[in-house]
């Protein structure tokens, strides 16, 4: 019998060790995910310091039962939790209280007085015995002895933890949303967990001799199992505080972030803790044995994750799980232009498969609204690899064929109706090249050309070779007839995407337990980087003349109305100015560089708008792709936007000093 139970207070104790160490795994990991997500809400920071107080009382007493030396200092050690989780509490719930709209200057001024009481109490922990002093063990449970201060602090700590915890109680009864009062009610019922669990209850009492050992050990980890779930609620509630993202977002992102942080670290340290235990059943080392199960665990936790992710992302949306289902959907079967420059290099492959051609090539004519589209298989002798082996104004002429209708020829243009009887598409043959128009299948747009060399003697073909030809035409021309629809849902829904994040932002700023305030909507394009970056996209389009100029909400800016006065009050030519502004001071020092990268942005606003040179000539002269000239360009646009942004809090400072 006395085995058994030395058996099973050896188990007890290596449980209660796991459970401390899950509860630092997951302190650190809530620190980690709120410096992430949360950094600007002073909820979070506060229950930060309250998470780092946890730390660091559990830091101590997990050292304290590993330490075969030491554990003196390690009691000591845990004070600096202790110590300072009444000063955290207390602000964590007046934070809670000001954001209902409670403000109270002693309330406010108590945190800052209890950060100086817990400092002065751990220096004395520490350095004298007047709180605490050398300990003893009594049940395997080593502790400190009381000092004389010990019952004045004692004393305090409650009073403190119960004033807090009255704090978060009216903070809950303040709350005005059902979702509100729901999650507060988790966050005023796990309060109170951390603090009173890290209370030294022994230091006065000890432990009774005639009780057996396996009591207060099987205790200590329930209380320690408390806490943990307590800090995952708390955490939980306060991932909601100053996250600009939906409530279905931050579920979703909390979720996946325990599974893949806390959760997996705390099973990996399982693992490795047991694999000491098993190794004599086994006859292995435990080193080993660790190893092995880490790398089972981890792969067997990725495989769980992407299973079951999409199941757990609809269960967390509960009354949404079908639009989420839907998003689901369409963000797995989305084209990127990756996916379409390599389907289509698919099927021009299998067009010179099919017709022996040298190269083959679909382009689009570049506009002033949209990236210029060109893909190319082969090689040709009279064109550079990325550059057209046809001239755009022949590209022009292949799409303005029309379906029914003839084209006039000449010597270096001839309309062959044979072929197009056999293609069922009008084309036109260019020297060495087939310029075919890809049209779209429900309407006679032209959405691009194909162009495919071939040898003269090749114009007559086969039935299975036309048949060939037309099926894979036909699915050219779907494919970009589908992405040009897709393109244009991307650019509605990147009009919405400024007033969704902005909603976002002050969902986040109001998302407070009292009702908001008429100054939680009031709107400063200065603080906006992402409107402001899509107002200067289109202000540039415009640069020297359209609607998207004259009407951009940049004219409400404090340093357009400032240039208006050297401009003799036009706004257009103000907002021009600042904006060349803006440009030149993206113009680094130096003499100048086309192919420097420090001179890359400058150079293309430059070039391509104070300039107006055509973006085939500002490619070339960079030494650049026209595609990755577009990416680079929008870059540029938002440099500009930040500078602008400086600009303006600039002047709107200098105007109030």
């Not at 729901?182 to 109170?192: D, I, P």
């Not at 084209?407 to 084309?427: G, H, I, M, P």
Request: proline share 5%.
């Amino acid at each position: 019998m006395a085995v058994l139970g030395f058996e099973l207070l050896a188990v007890i104790t290596l449980l209660n060790r796991i459970v401390v160490t899950g509860i630092l795994v997951t302190a650190f990991a809530l620190i980690i995910y709120i410096g992430l997500y949360n950094r600007h809400s002073p909820i979070a920071r506060d229950f930060a310091l309250v998470l780092a107080c946890v730390i660091g009382a559990f830091l101590g007493d997990l050292l304290t039962q590993v330490s075969e030396t030491g554990t003196d200092m390690w009691l000591r050690f845990q004070w600096i939790g202790i110590a300072f989780v009444p000063a955290a509490s207390l602000s964590l719930s007046d934070t809670l209280l000001r954001a209902t709209g409670d403000a109270q200057p002693l309330r406010r001024l108590a945190p800052k007085i209890g950060y100086v009481a817990g400092a002065v109490v751990f220096l004395l922990v520490m350095s004298s015995q007047y709180v605490a002093t050398p300990g003893i063990s009594s049940a395997g449970l080593p502790h400190l002895t009381p000092g004389l201060l010990f019952y004045p602090f004692t004393l305090y700590y409650f009073a403190c933890v119960a004033w807090a915890t009255y704090n978060v109680i009216e903070a809950r009864r303040r709350s005005l949303t059902a979702t509100t009062r729901r999650r507060m009610t988790y966050f005023a019922l796990a309060f109170a967990a951390p603090a009173m669990s890290m209370f030294p209850y022994l230091l006065p009492t000890s432990w009774p001799l005639v009780f057996p050992a396996l009591v207060p050990w099987l205790g200590v980890l329930l209380v320690n199992m408390g806490v943990g779930a307590a800090i995952t609620f708390m955490g939980y509630t306060v991932a909601y505080f100053g996250a600009s993202a939906p409530d279905r977002v931050i579920k979703r992102r909390m979720m996946k972030y325990l599974i893949r942080g806390p959760l997996l670290a705390a099973i990996v340290i399982t693992s490795l803790v047991l694999s000491n235990r098993i190794e004599r059943w086994l006859e292995l080392p435990g080193f080993f044995i660790g190893l092995i199960a880490v790398a089972t665990i981890i792969l067997l936790a990725q495989l769980f994750i992407v299973t079951l992710q999409p199941s757990i992302d609809r269960l967390i949306a509960g009354e949404d799980s079908a639009e989420v289902k839907r998003l689901q959907h369409f963000s797995e079967r989305l084209m990127t232009t990756s996916d379409l420059t390599q389907y289509l290099e698919n099927i021009l492959a299998a067009l010179c498969d099919l017709l022996r051609a040298r190269v083959a090539f679909v382009a689009t004519c570049p506009g002033p609204y949209e990236e210029p589209l060109y893909v190319m298989v082969g090689s040709s002798d009279s064109a550079a690899p990325m550059q057209l082996p046809v001239s755009e104004e022949v590209l022009q002429l292949a799409m303005s064929l029309q379906p029914s209708a003839d084209q006039s020829a000449d010597k270096n243009a001839v309309t062959n109706n044979a072929a197009k009887s056999l293609l069922e598409y009008d084309f036109m043959q260019w020297e060495d090249f087939w310029l075919i128009p890809l049209r779209a299948l429900e309407s006679p747009t032209v959405l691009a050309v194909l162009g495919l060399a071939v040898r003269p003697h090749q114009l007559d073909l086969s039935d299975a070779e036309r048949r060939g030809v037309t099926m894979l035409i036909r699915q050219a021309a779907r494919s970009l007839e589908d992405a040009q629809t897709q393109r244009r849902a991307f650019e509605a829904l990147e009009r919405l995407v400024p007033d969704a994040e902005e909603m976002q932002r002050r969902m986040a700023q109001t998302a407070n337990p009292a009702a908001p305030t008429v100054s939680d909507f009031e709107r400063s394009p200065a603080e906006n980087y992402d409107d402001m970056t899509h107002w200067v996209h289109d202000a540039m389009k415009d640069f020297w003349g359209g609607p998207r100029f004259t009407d951009s909400p940049l004219m409400q800016l404090q340093i357009v109305s400032d240039a208006m006065t050297a401009e003799n009050g036009n706004a257009t030519k103000a907002l021009r100015r600042v904006l060349s502004d803006a440009i030149e001071q993206l113009k680094p020092d130096g003499q100048r560089s086309f192919t420097a990268a420090e001179w890359m942005l400058y150079n293309i606003l430059e070039l391509k708008i104070l300039q107006s040179q055509k973006v085939r000539d500002v490619a070339r002269k960079l030494v650049m792709s026209e595609s990755d000239l577009y990416r680079k360009q929008r870059a540029a646009y938002a440099e500009i936007a930040r500078i602008v942004a400086d600009m303006e809090r600039d002047a709107r400072r200098n105007g109030e000093e």
